[in-house]
């Protein structure tokens, strides 16, 4: 079976991204106590409503399209996929990317420049509530995506 070219590069995209953990991991140091060292920011988060999010509809959908690539990826086997957990590490990826990367991540993603980074930045900090206990009925209640995103704003 021959992909579509848009599909394959959407796959060489996706199975670059164990890569760029496993590269990231290179560089881990570790604490006083023997354990790894956890990265982070000083940086405070930006805080962006979805309401202000402008592309947060578009990255909505260019995530339902990932996910469909994917699945039509697999054939006739069973899949299992998250689009939105993969497009949020795009996103960071994007955020250091430059030139055709940069495009190539921004078509996977839906938007560009500020915007979608607005989209990405509402749409994590709405969702950050379903971190940690994952009993709670808010985090069970969360179907899909667009259903989440649709109750967001």
């Known amino acids: 079976m021959v992909l579509p070219p848009r599909t394959q590069r959407r796959i060489s995209a996706l199975l670059a991204i164990p890569l760029i953990f496993i ?33 947060l509809g578009d990255v909505v959908a260019a995530a339902d399209v990932m996910g469909l690539d994917l699945i039509r990826a697999g054939g006739g086997a069973t899949t299992v996929t998250s689009p939105a957990s993969l497009q949020v590490a795009l996103s960071m990826a994007a955020e ?39 009993r709670s009925s808010r985090a069970t209640s969360c179907r899909s995506l667009r259903w989440c995103t649709a109750r967001m704003v």
Do not use: I, K, Y
Request: a negative charge.
């Open 23 to 55: 590269a990231a991991g290179c560089g881990a140091t570790e604490t006083e106590g023997g354990g790894p060292s956890s990265l982070g920011s000083d940086a405070a988060r930006v805080s962006v409503a979805p309401a202000d999010a402008t592309a």
């Open 96 to 134: 250091g990317a430059e030139g055709q990367t940069l495009m190539e991540l921004e078509a996977l993603l839906g938007a560009s420049g500020q915007d979608r980074s607005n989209a990405f930045n509402a749409l994590t900090a709405a969702l950050e509530h379903l971190d940690g206990d994952r």
